[in-house]
């Protein structure tokens, strides 16, 4: 199970690669001190479900052993992307099994530090790496993948950073730990959406003043709203990728926001109900102060140099 990063990091990985399981055969190559633990399929699929891998997108797999999650994602649910590992042998494995499974065009292996690559053009991450990983990896994941990013995690988690979903399954054939049984955890990169932001509603006529103070801690915002100079918190919020939603009441009105935040702005809509009746609005916020987000926690070591 352990993967040695060139930083000496320990990583785990997945395994045996689907075509091999259809056909029977069975992988028992010596890795020498890189021991080589299966990750059972129906697992690897499970993963690639939870994050609804569809032909747009573009997978990563840090640690990618044989190449299964990757090889999966584009010969099953049609995605594109590329894994990396440190073992030669195994990388030259999976791009062997990729071209038998005839995906090599779309699914592809380097032999690389994790560390080292660039994580820009997921739209997909998996992994399956040991705790301590988790939490050295995660401040790279949250600088370089975009608002949106869907990650899937065998296993382990990250920490502070709750998971958006997170499950349990039969893993039969598996080889670590207790019980036969994996645990699948899942999150969405959450965009920077703490600062103050403001804008205006005309109301009934009249032109309203609006400001909204917002704290972040990874997906979790709270925050309060000045409206008209009475204060509010906000209520139901919620901030998957780049999407935020949040349900505030002022006086004889409540507002159930809902937009997407593009970089100093927010776009969509509110529906106000008072006065005797519901309307619903177009808004558009903009950031007057940015804040920064807590993405770093006491529990998330230093990436290693």
Same mark, same amino acid.
């Given at each position: 199970?352990?993967?040695?990063?060139?930083?000496? %990091?320990?990583?785990?990985?997945?395994?045996?690669?689907?075509?091999?399981?259809? %056909?029977?055969?069975?992988?028992?190559?010596?890795?020498?001190?890189?021991?080589?633990?299966?990750?059972?399929?129906?697992? +690897?699929?499970?993963?690639? #479900?939870?994050?609804?891998?569809?032909? !747009?997108?573009?997978?990563?797999?840090?640690?990618?052993?044989?190449?299964?999650?990757?090889?999966?994602?584009?010969?099953? $649910?049609?995605?594109?992307?590329?894994?990396?590992?440190?073992?030669?042998?195994?990388?030259?494995?999976?791009?062997?099994?990729?071209?038998?499974?005839? +995906?090599?065009?779309?699914?592809? $292996?380097?032999?690389?530090?994790?560390?080292?690559?660039?994580?820009?053009?997921?739209?997909?991450?998996?992994?399956?790496?040991?705790?301590?990983?988790?939490?050295? +990896?995660?401040?790279?994941?949250?600088?370089?993948?975009?608002?949106?990013?869907?990650?899937?995690?065998?296993?382990?988690?990250?920490?502070?950073?709750?998971?958006? $979903?997170?499950? #349990?399954?039969?893993? @039969?054939?598996?080889?670590?730990?207790?019980?036969?049984?994996?645990?699948? $955890?899942?999150? +969405?990169?959450?965009?920077?959406?703490?600062?103050?932001?403001?804008?205006?509603?005309?109301?009934?006529?009249?032109?309203?003043?609006?400001?909204?103070?917002?704290?972040?801690?990874?997906?979790?915002? #709270?925050?309060?709203?000045?409206?008209?100079?009475?204060?509010? !918190?906000?209520?139901?919020?919620?901030?998957?990728?780049?999407?935020?939603?949040?349900?505030?009441?002022?006086?004889?009105?409540?507002?159930?926001?809902?937009?997407?935040?593009?970089?100093?702005?927010?776009? =969509?809509?509110?529906?106000?109900?008072?006065?005797?009746?519901?309307?619903?609005?177009?808004?558009?916020? =903009?950031?007057?102060?940015?804040?920064?987000?807590?993405?770093?926690?006491?529990?998330? @070591?230093?990436? @290693?140099?």
């Amino acid at each position: 199970m352990p993967y040695r990063t060139h930083t000496g %990091a320990a990583l785990a990985r997945g395994a045996l690669l689907i075509a091999c399981l259809a %056909a029977g055969r069975s992988l028992a190559q010596d890795f020498g001190d890189t021991p080589y633990v299966p990750t059972p399929q129906n697992v +690897v699929e499970r993963m690639l #479900e939870i994050a609804k891998v569809g032909p !747009r997108d573009y997978v990563i797999d840090l640690g990618s052993g044989d190449g299964r999650l990757v090889i999966t994602a584009a010969k099953r $649910f049609g995605a594109r992307g590329f894994g990396v590992d440190l073992d030669r042998r195994l990388v030259r494995l999976s791009n062997r099994l990729a071209a038998e499974a005839g +995906v090599a065009q779309r699914a592809v $292996f380097y032999e690389r530090d994790l560390y080292q690559t660039d994580l820009g053009r997921a739209t997909v991450l998996t992994m399956y790496l040991l705790p301590e990983v988790n939490l050295m +990896v995660r401040p790279k994941l949250l600088a370089e993948l975009r608002p949106g990013t869907r990650i899937v995690s065998h296993d382990y988690d990250m920490g502070e950073w709750l998971p958006d $979903f997170q499950t #349990e399954l039969a893993a @039969p054939g598996k080889t670590v730990g207790v019980g036969q049984r994996s645990k699948i $955890f899942y999150w +969405v990169v959450p965009a920077r959406a703490a600062g103050r932001w403001s804008w205006r509603l005309t109301l009934d006529g009249k032109v309203e003043e609006f400001e909204l103070a917002l704290s972040q801690q990874f997906q979790k915002i #709270e925050g309060t709203l000045n409206a008209g100079g009475s204060t509010a !918190r906000m209520e139901n919020a919620r901030l998957t990728g780049e999407a935020i939603s949040f349900s505030v009441r002022a006086g004889e009105f409540r507002y159930d926001y809902s937009g997407q935040i593009m970089n100093r702005a927010i776009e =969509g809509t509110v529906r106000v109900n008072g006065g005797g009746r519901a309307r619903e609005l177009s808004w558009k916020a =903009g950031r007057i102060e940015a804040w920064e987000p807590r993405f770093t926690a006491p529990d998330a @070591p230093p990436v @290693p140099g």
